[in-house]
């Protein structure tokens, strides 16, 4: 037997990130709902900085979430970003992805129940923490 289940958003943000591993950079925003045109924001927030810009290559690591999942989504970052390629970890194995274990911590050390009280709190709380300051790994592990 089958069962379906229906999942509602009610009213939840969505944190996009991106994890620069040899530099040790985190570029991050909240949006009201995730989508291609998020991931295609967070993913020009990026592309348009040095040395990301002029890179010969810039390989972005992503789960098969259906925003880039494929080659359509290849092929469509491909197109506005030719130095940018797309590489998806394996389905289920998302924790090989550097992003998802940051993830976790902001999971676990920011987004508990007393901390978050309501959802415009929510985004300003994180748009407050990543607006001019982005931690490296070692940085928000300490927080």
């Given amino acids: 037997m089958r069962v379906e289940?229906?999942?509602?958003?009610?009213?939840?943000?969505?944190?996009?990130?991106?994890?620069d591993v040899h530099?040790?950079?985190l570029f991050g925003h909240c949006e009201k709902k995730s989508g291609i045109a998020p991931t295609d924001r967070?993913?020009?927030?990026?592309?348009?900085r040095e040395?990301?810009?002029s890179a010969k290559r810039v390989f972005w690591?992503?789960?098969?979430?259906?925003?880039?999942?494929?080659?359509?989504?290849?092929?469509r970052i491909?197109?506005?970003w030719p130095n940018a390629l797309l590489v998806h970890t394996p389905v289920h194995a998302s924790w090989i992805n550097q992003i998802e274990?940051?993830?976790?911590i902001v999971q676990r050390r920011v987004l508990t129940p007393k901390l978050v009280k309501r959802r415009s709190n929510t985004s300003q709380n994180w748009e407050l923490r990543i607006t001019g300051?982005?931690?490296?790994?070692?940085?928000f592990a300490e927080m």
């Fill in 101 to 104: 274990i940051y993830f976790s």
């Fill in 78 to 80: 491909r197109s506005r």
């Fill in 23 to 25: 530099r040790a950079k």
């Fill in 133 to 139: 300051t982005h931690y490296g790994y070692s940085e």
């Fill in 5 to 19: 289940h229906e999942y509602f958003r009610q009213g939840a943000w969505t944190y996009l990130a991106a994890w």
């Fill in 42 to 48: 967070l993913i020009a927030e990026v592309m348009r």
């Fill in 51 to 53: 040395p990301y810009k």
């Fill in 61 to 75: 690591i992503m789960d098969n979430c259906s925003a880039h999942r494929g080659q359509k989504a290849v092929d």
